[in-house]
Nanobody, 124 residues
């Protein structure tokens, strides 16, 4: 079993920034790809970005390119993945989830383990 816990959400004004963390614990074996998803009220969950075990980065949502950056904590046991978000917009308001899979994909159905989510609210 793999447990994922997100943190770092909050309320910011447009143009602000946040850094989300996804801390993994437990036995992961092959589930080394960590993806970030978000779900806004009344909308489907969408894939944002994913980081695979080799350090490969995939960005699935055009609206976050050059604003959201995924990375892994290399200083410890590499069990924390971050999502740095800058220049936040009103439309970035959503619950953000991290999830683990054997490989990166924008399709949420490929991910086996999920965190509980963290709320990000962008408002003026």
């Amino acid at each position: 079993q793999l447990q994922l816990v997100e943190s770092g959400g909050g309320s910011v004004k447009p143009g602000g920034f946040l850094r989300l963390s996804c801390a993994a614990s437990g036995v992961s074996l092959d589930y080394n790809a960590i993806g970030w998803f978000r779900q806004a009220p009344g909308k489907e969950r969408e894939g944002i970005s994913c980081l695979d075990s080799s350090g490969g980065v995939y960005v699935y949502e055009d609206s976050v390119k050059d604003r959201f950056f995924i990375s892994r904590d290399n200083a410890t046991a590499k069990n924390t993945v971050f999502l740095q978000m800058v220049s936040l917009k009103l439309e970035d308001t959503a619950i953000y989830y991290c999830a683990a899979s054997k490989f990166c994909s924008s399709y949420s159905g490929f991910y086996t383990y999920w965190g509980q989510g963290t709320q990000v609210t962008v408002s003026s």
